[in-house]
């Protein structure tokens, strides 16, 4: 009972951070520094990084020199847990935008705060919508902005890899931008879907090199979303599932 009570006030604590730096975000963003990325970023990386202190969390981050420099990328990860947000800050520097699904902007606080961002929303069934949206990533890419992207389309109740959503390869063959795969390993532990209890531990962040499509760009559009679909999801099941291995190795050892 005991155990479950200091869960609950850690959790709570968390969540209280959570909430009241995205507040102080909201307003700092809005008033005192409006319009300032580079002040935006400062802030989103101090958020994360309280998240990471109080949650207990233990990021362990390699392949951060298969970033590319002074280019336009676009940054895909697996999505295990509301966590995977803040990680990305802790793992990725320099200026990025968030592609997310459009009910997360009618969140109070968190939608807010997404939509000073300038986060990109897309209703993934309303197609016209959709296609207006892919012009709109297109244009913002051209005008040197990388984008991140979780192709699951939402996050997973297991550490299985979901199959890929075509909305997020849709404008590829348009943009001609490079992919960063990222594999998140373990998120999904300390924060799971449908949950708001943390649990401390360790998350594992493999940065991969950056994939190209150019030799498939001549495909049809529904060919080149699933050759490029699968392309990338490759490279993450095979990493994801190494560090799997590794870290049954490693609990198997500490016992």
Partial sequence: MLKKLIRVAHSTIWWIDWIAIM???IIFDSVVWRGNRSMYRRVESFWAWTLMKLGGVKLEIKGRENLPKNETVVYMSNHQS?????????????????L??????????????????????????KIRKSLKTYKDIVALIESGNSIVIYP???RSYNKELQKFKSFSFAFFQEARVRVVPIAIDGSINILKKGSRLINPGKVKVTILPPISF???YHLSAKDFCLAASNRVRQVLLDVLEKTEVIRQAEEIVAL
């Fill in 100 to 125: 997310a699904k459009k009910e997360l902007f009618d969140i109070p606080i968190f939608g807010t705060y997404m939509r000073i961002q300038k986060y990109i929303p897309i209703e993934r069934d």
């Fill in 152 to 154: 699951e389309g939402t």
């Fill in 214 to 216: 150019d030799d498939i």
């Fill in 82 to 98: 509301d966590l995977d947000w803040p990680i990305i800050f802790m793992s990725i520097p320099g200026q990025y935008l968030f």
């Fill in 23 to 25: 507040l102080l975000g």
